[in-house]
Every structure is written in C-alpha cells, then in structure tokens.
C-alpha cells in the first residue's frame, strides 16, 4: 500500500502496521488517548481512514497494537543480577517509559489481550521472581502488586503532578489557600510542606517500592 501525498503526486512511505502503530502513539503523545481515531489517524498518515483496515483489524486491534510497543520499550529484568535489583530497574525503566507516554499505563489497565512483547515481559519478571526462590503462585502475587503499584502510581502522578516545581508549589499554594482556617489540619499541614518545597514523585515511587520489595524479602525469607 503506497500513501500520497496531498497532491497525488508524491508518494510517501509505505504503509504498514508498525508505521500506523507508531503514528497513533504518537498522535496519543501530542494530543491524548482521546484524539485516536481511525479517522484522525489516517489523517495524520495522509491516507483514507479505510485504508488502516488493511493494517490493523479495527480499534481494539490498534490500541492492543499501542500497549504492545510502550512494553516493548521497558526493559527487560537483566539476568546475572539480585532479584530485587532485577525487579527495581524493571520498575523503574517502565516508569520512564510511562513518563514519555502519560496515556499508556490506563491504556494497559484496560485492555484484556496481550502481544508477543508484554507475554515476553511477563514471562522475565516471572522468570526472576521464580529464580529468586519464590513460588509459582507468590511470584505471580507478586507481579500483580508490582504492576498494580507501577500503573497506579503513574496515573495517580499524571493527574497530580506539575510539569515543573514553579506550578506544583503554586498547586501546593492554591490548596493552602482554599482550606477555611482550622479545618483539615492534617491536609494544610503537608500542603505547607509542598508550598515550600515541591513533590518529588521520583522519591515518591521509590519509597513505595522500596515499600513491596521489604516485603518480598520478608516472604522469602521466611519461606
């Protein structure tokens, strides 16, 4: 399939899967989840929207197609190294990833089918659990929790933080600001704390992971 340009004449590359997933992230990166539409998409690729249908099988398709390339950008749990190191910078590679697409990790939560990269995915972060010496069963609690914290802090983060430290101590400043004098006390308390100095979401996620994985080598070794 070759793509025209707006003059017929020219043509541009062609178009396959990869090119329409790719474009679609991107459409999602400047514009939102939202924005993604076969309609839209084709314009941005310069094409009729029907013509996506010979590279994808519809929407749910394409949006299956999207999770399947940000997982592929995490890195994967390196062998040779401790599991919870292992587990950390996988952890910690996909928060990154998460941060350049601030519409993948609720984009993840609710899609059912899983391509070839995310069962890869799935299967390292398994497999070291596994090695480390946890069991079938808490090693598959264990990559639940871990992936739940990972999503969730991300979509939480989305929604609270501020691109820069200037606007999260002035959104800091606008909750002291509206809370009556004396109510809330515990609330005015830490939005006076982050007034003067602004959320570390990086010190953040790290706290809570720090969190599951003490607990992990708790159950270990207990086991």
Do not use: C
């Not at 539409?37 to 398709?61: C, F, I, P, W």
């Not at 928060?95 to 799935?122: C, K, M, N, T």
């Amino acid at each position: 399939m070759i793509a025209r340009g707006a003059g017929g004449d020219e043509p541009r590359d062609t178009l396959d899967r990869g090119r329409v997933l790719r474009a679609a992230m991107e459409l999602a990166d400047a514009r939102g989840i939202e924005s993604v539409t076969m309609r839209e998409l084709g314009r941005q690729l310069g094409v009729e929207a029907a013509s996506l249908y010979n590279h994808v099988a519809g929407k749910d398709d394409l949006l299956d197609g999207m999770v399947d390339l940000v997982v592929a950008e995490i890195d994967l749990p390196p062998s040779g190294v401790d599991w919870r190191e292992a587990v950390r910078r996988r952890a910690v590679s996909a928060r990154e990833v998460f941060s350049h697409h601030r519409w993948a990790a609720g984009l993840i939560d609710s899609r059912e089918q899983s391509g070839p990269s995310s069962r890869s995915y799935a299967d390292r972060v398994l497999g070291a659990l596994l090695q480390a010496g946890f069991s079938p069963r808490v090693a598959a609690h264990a990559f639940m929790v871990l992936d739940s914290y990972i999503y969730g802090f991300e979509r939480q983060r989305s929604r609270l933080s501020a691109s820069d430290d200037v606007d999260a101590i002035e959104g800091a400043r606008e909750v002291l600001a509206a809370i009556p004098s004396g109510a809330y006390p515990s609330l005015a308390r830490v939005a006076t704390e982050y007034a003067a100095e602004p959320f570390d979401d990086g010190a953040a996620f790290d706290f809570g992971l720090g969190l599951i994985l003490d607990g992990l080598q708790r159950l270990l070794e207990s086991a």
